[in-house]
């Protein structure tokens, strides 16, 4: 019997295509035939999870940094004005960004701008939390 998770509506639609990536990373790493018989179950989880991180990892660096990539005509208009003063703000070249999530550690380069006025650089992020 299969384990019931609760699941994101966007993971349900590509839910079809995760399968057949799990099929194909099994043929890849075991063969068509499987692991061979007696491998402990222990081997075969320890390597899921290595492939996991590694899917977690490149998920989160990729979204991250396409979020990123965004022009500022892109971006909403509360990202684009400075969070001190409101006034207009001047891009600067990207920073590196690391952090340590629930999906592993996730690098990108973020956008980073800078108030002439209030003198001061920032990331054009939403300063509440929950966003």
Request: hydrophobic content about 30%; proline content about 8%.
């Amino acid at each position: 019997m299969a384990f019931t998770r609760h699941s994101h509506p966007a993971v349900d639609e590509v839910r079809p295509y995760l399968h057949g990536v799990a099929k194909h990373l099994v043929d890849q790493i075991w063969g068509p035939n499987g692991p061979a018989w007696g491998t402990k179950f222990s081997e075969i989880e320890d390597l899921v999870v290595a492939v996991q991180q590694v899917l977690s990892e490149r998920l989160l660096q990729q979204t991250l940094q396409r979020q990123s990539d965004a022009s500022a005509a892109e971006r909403p208009a509360e990202y684009q004005c400075c969070p001190g003063c409101e006034g207009g703000t001047e891009a600067e070249d990207p920073e590196p960004r690391l952090v340590n999530s629930r999906g592993g550690g996730a690098e990108w380069q973020e956008p980073r701008e800078y108030c002439r006025r209030c003198r001061r650089a920032f990331f054009p992020s939403v300063q509440e939390s929950g966003h």
